[in-house]
């Protein structure tokens, strides 16, 4: 046999021997992943808060929910699993759960047991605002159209165009055909400059077919509670260094910005109130916003502010001892009894910024 073909021939053999003595290598299998992909709450008033740095998540509920009986709805990484406080397993929108307490949600990879823990937080609106926890009564005017104006960016008089800003608001309240802004008012009254004062905000209001009244603020629970019951809106005029501050940049109740001196006259309006653990809140716009938001919904700090009566009433009492009931376009003031009167006769005004 020729040398070539017999080495070729043997080269062969020792090939396909080497392949048939090759042992299987197992498949490359990579490691179960544990993530969490989506969580929430059924029912949550926001898309959850969640910090992948930290492993927290938190999500918000309405007042008086039983956080004793919650479901959850959830995605994982493919056969992954949740555990509740280490112990029972957790199926999406099908376990009833107890979350009044801070909860351990442990996501678990059934392919290599690694697992991960995520801290779970769930409050009530009234607690990420800062009020308490058991809503009592409460009631809001807002209207299916937004009509709350932030007075940065007012124009020349920015600064102090508190007036311009909360009588704007208050006549989109009353009309939702409105369409002016505050620099317009600020055009309107006082367009060389300065302090509004209170009855710059009647007039404007009355030229634009809204009738407000003044009443003396003698108990501001009682005569706010059925101004707003009577569904009238009320403007303050108060001094905002009275006012308590909250250092918390995430709750909504109370003062967001610093007031230095005495003398800080301002206008604010109130649309609602919320009583909650006892306490009785004004639900406010707050025109002095100024771009800053709140970190939850990302609204400005002066949309839906709530504010402690008790200091209010404080504030009132040094300033403008008085309230401005605003009406519907077109309609008139009626309250009844002795608690909530419509002042007869001159009032002496005062001005805010």
């Known amino acids: 046999m020729n040398y070539k073909i017999s080495r070729i021939i043997t080269l062969a053999l020792l090939l396909i021997l080497s392949f048939s003595c090759k042992k299987n290598e197992p498949a490359i299998i990579e490691d179960g992943k544990n993530e969490l992909l989506d969580f929430g709450i059924q029912g949550q008033l926001y898309p959850v808060l969640r ?36 112990a029972a397993s957790v199926a999406s929108n099908v376990s009833v759960l107890d979350f009044s307490q801070n909860t351990v949600l442990t996501i678990r990879s059934k392919l290599n047991k690694k697992s991960t823990n995520w801290i779970l937080t769930v409050k009530s609106e009234p607690e990420i605002l800062g009020m308490g926890t058991q809503l009592n009564s409460s009631k809001s005017l807002n209207r299916t159209f937004d009509f709350y104006w932030d007075q940065k960016g007012t124009g020349t008089y920015s600064g102090i165009n508190c007036g311009p800003t909360v009588t704007t608001m208050a006549a989109k309240w009353a009309d939702s055909t409105y369409s002016l802004v505050p620099q317009d008012a600020r055009n309107t009254i006082r367009s060389s400059g300065g302090w509004w004062y209170t009855n710059d905000i009647v007039n404007y209001l009355r030229l634009h077919n809204v009738n407000p009244q003044t009443i003396k603020l003698t ?7 059925n101004c707003i019951d009577r569904n009238y809106l009320v403007i303050l005029c108060l001094d905002m260094f009275y006012v308590q501050i ?23 309006l109130v649309k609602g109130y919320r009583e909650v653990d006892g306490e009785f809140y004004l639900e406010t716009y707050d025109p002095f916003s100024w771009d ?15 504010y402690l009566a008790k200091f209010i009433k404080e504030a009132t009492d040094i300033w403008w001892p008085y309230a401005i009931v605003v009406p519907r376009k077109g309609g008139t003031v009626v309250l ?14 005062q001005k805010g910024f």
């Open 336 to 349: 009844n009894g002795s608690d909530t009167r419509i002042v007869e006769g001159y009032v002496q005004p």
């Open 246 to 268: 909250n250092l918390d940049d995430n709750q909504q109740t109370n003062k967001f910005y610093e007031t230095n001196n005495q003398g800080w006259g301002h206008f604010i």
């Open 51 to 86: 910090n992948d740095v930290n492993k927290t998540l938190l999500s918000v509920i309405s007042a008086n929910t039983d956080k004793s009986r919650l479901k959850t709805f959830f995605n994982l990484s493919p056969e992954a699993s949740m555990l509740y406080n280490g």
């Open 219 to 225: 108990d501001i629970k009682t005569n706010i509670k």
């Open 292 to 306: 800053k938001t709140f970190f939850l919904n990302k609204e400005l700090k002066g949309k839906n502010r709530y």
